[in-house]
C-alpha cells in the first residue's frame, strides 16, 4: 500500500437508490412459492471452507540448505506437498 496516493473508491454498476425506494406489490408476492414443511427438511446450511482433514498438518519451522529449496522449488506448483510426501515415506 502507498500511503502516498488516495484511495480509489470502486463504485457498484446499479442503482442502490432505486432499489432501496422499490415497494414490494402483492403480485411480486404471488410469484413466490409457499414454504412448507417438506422444503424446510430439505433446507440446508452450507457452511463452506474445506472439508476437516483426517491427518491435519501442523506447522514446524524448519532450516534447510538454499540450494536444497530451490531444487524443490524448480519442481514448479506443489512442491512443498510433494516434498511433504517424500518425507512421509522416509521411515
Known amino acids: ?16 437508490d432505486r432499489v432501496d425506494a422499490h415497494v414490494v406489490n402483492k ?4 410469484e413466490l412459492p ?17 472439508p476437516v482433514s483426517s491427518n491435519p498438518r501442523k506447522l514446524l519451522s524448519i532450516r534447510l540448505p538454499a540450494d536444497v529449496i530451490d531444487r524443490w522449488k524448480a519442481t514448479g506448483p506443489g512442491w512443498q506437498t510433494r516434498m511433504a510426501e517424500r518425507l512421509s515415506t522416509v521411515r
Open 1 to 16: 500500500m502507498n500511503a502516498n496516493k488516495p484511495a480509489l473508491h470502486r463504485y457498484l454498476k446499479s442503482d442502490l
Open 27 to 30: 403480485v411480486e408476492y404471488e
Open 34 to 50: 409457499e414454504l412448507n414443511d417438506e422444503m424446510l427438511a430439505r433446507a440446508r446450511v452450507n457452511k463452506g471452507g474445506r
